[in-house]
């Protein structure tokens, strides 16, 4: 079957808020073996969504539309897919008792223009908002089936969860699951060809690379009649994937990030680490503490921005920043090994480089960077070359140190594998 997103709300067109729904909506629906081929994002008005309900109705089995169910007078969702569907509004009961009960448990009074979200299509199935007061609305016609979600993530996603997405289970007898394969420090040009065989000869499962900065992702996904069946398929394609990249994989689990792998290498060979910055300014240090219990390993850091801090802090010379240039993989290797002896660290990583807009020439252009990594005393260095603004530079650097701190580590110790099936 096939269903298509309707996000409703001006706010998303003038870009006030970022259309969390439609992603999420999306995953969801191919979670439970929907096809979803058109998204749709249009305002607070009744003329023009009743043009677009109209066309998804067309073309979809099932339109979901979220937002647009709230009690002003621009709220116009339920009101305009009543009408398109030919359906009259009428006060459902429990729906104002539950405003009511929701208003009273918090002492206060509901406004008049509440009693609206109380006014619901009739003959429809009705959704509860443990979250708010906009109950959801399922509107079942002849060929479609056209579902009304409130617009606040906390309510509309509780909601599909509790209600929607058991009801849309009940009309498809395939489910769709995806497993996801990270790889670092192989491009994204490089990845794509070593696959190519694969998605040259895809039909089910489907193979597909996306970039991500400092990383590839390959998404291995199949269709079958139960989540078991799907994942069946998949299970042969990413041993398949795991044979040819190697210990460049570093997760096949969705909510591991490049630093949670990088902090459960070091916790799992007892390392300490120590990060050495200078054009990321501490980005480093940062994408590491965002993993929880990082400070069992992490245990200090420095951002030594000008020369005179690299020779303090660091103990780099004073002849390898006159000879090389603080942007040299001289440097870089002196960082590396002062901060690993400063700070007495199993591991230290260094970054220094050129961010951006200003400051490069033709023998060092903007986006040159220099990583490296000192593992027990043992040291290596590698040159980049990044492009993109300042950011795009310092993000790219931050991923490459990561990714060159794990294969440093990898070198000396295996005591974690990479993408554990479940």
């Given at each position: 079957m096939t269903v298509e997103l309707i996000c409703v709300g001006t706010e998303l067109l003038l870009g006030s808020i970022v259309n969390t729904n439609g992603a999420y909506l999306a995953e969801k629906c191919a979670g439970l073996g929907l096809s979803c081929y058109y998204q749709t994002v249009v305002g607070d008005n009744e003329e023009r969504l009743g043009q677009v309900l109209r066309t998804a109705m067309e073309r979809s089995d099932i339109v979901i539309l979220s937002g647009g169910l709230g009690p002003t007078e621009d709220d116009l969702t339920k009101e305009t897919a009543a009408k398109v569907c030919g359906k009259t509004l009428r006060m459902h009961e429990p729906s104002r008792k539950a405003i009511e009960k929701f208003f009273a448990d918090r002492g206060m009074e509901p406004a008049d223009n509440n009693w609206k979200q109380a006014?619901?299509?009739e003959g429809a199935v009705v959704m509860?908002?443990?979250n708010g007061t906009a109950p959801g609305v399922i509107i079942e016609t002849e060929k479609n089936r056209v579902i009304l979600l409130p617009g606040p993530p906390n309510e509309l996603r509780p909601m599909f969860e509790e209600s929607a997405a058991p009801y849309l289970e009940t009309l498809t007898n395939q489910v769709i699951c995806s497993k996801t394969v990270k790889i670092s420090g192989v491009s994204e040009s490089r990845a794509e060809t070593m696959v190519k065989d694969l998605i040259d000869a895809q039909v089910n499962p489907t193979i597909a690379t996306y970039a991500?900065?400092?990383e590839v992702h390959i998404r291995v996904t199949a269709n079958g009649e139960d989540k078991k069946a799907a994942m069946k398929l998949i299970k042969p394609v990413v041993k398949e994937l795991k044979s040819r990249f190697g210990s460049h994989i570093y997760s096949t689990e969705e909510d591991c990030t490049l630093?949670?792998?990088?902090?459960?290498l070091l916790s799992a060979n007892d390392l300490t680490v120590t990060c050495a910055e200078s054009c990321t300014?501490?980005?480093l240090?940062?994408?590491l503490v965002n993993v929880p219990g990082i400070s069992e390993v992490y245990k200090m850091g420095a951002v030594t921005y000008s020369n005179k801090a690299k020779r303090r802090l660091l103990g780099v010379k004073k002849s390898t920043l006159l000879k090389?240039?603080?942007v040299s993989a001289e440097t870089a290797e002196e960082m590396a090994?002062?901060?690993a002896s400063a700070f007495k660290a199993d591991v230290a990583v260094s970054v220094t480089g050129i961010a951006g807009p200003d400051g490069g020439t033709d023998e060092k252009p903007v986006g040159l960077v220099y990583t490296a990594c000192c593992v027990k005393g043992k040291i290596t260095v590698k040159e980049h070359r990044f492009l993109g603004n300042r950011d795009k530079v310092r993000e790219s650097a931050v991923s490459a140190a990561l990714s060159l701190m794990r294969g440093c580590i990898l070198e000396y110790y295996s005591k974690v594998t990479f993408g554990k099936e479940e």
């Open positions: 006014m619901l299509p509860d908002n443990h991500k900065t400092g630093e949670k792998a990088v902090a459960d300014g501490g980005l240090s940062a994408r090389y240039g603080a090994k002062g901060a």
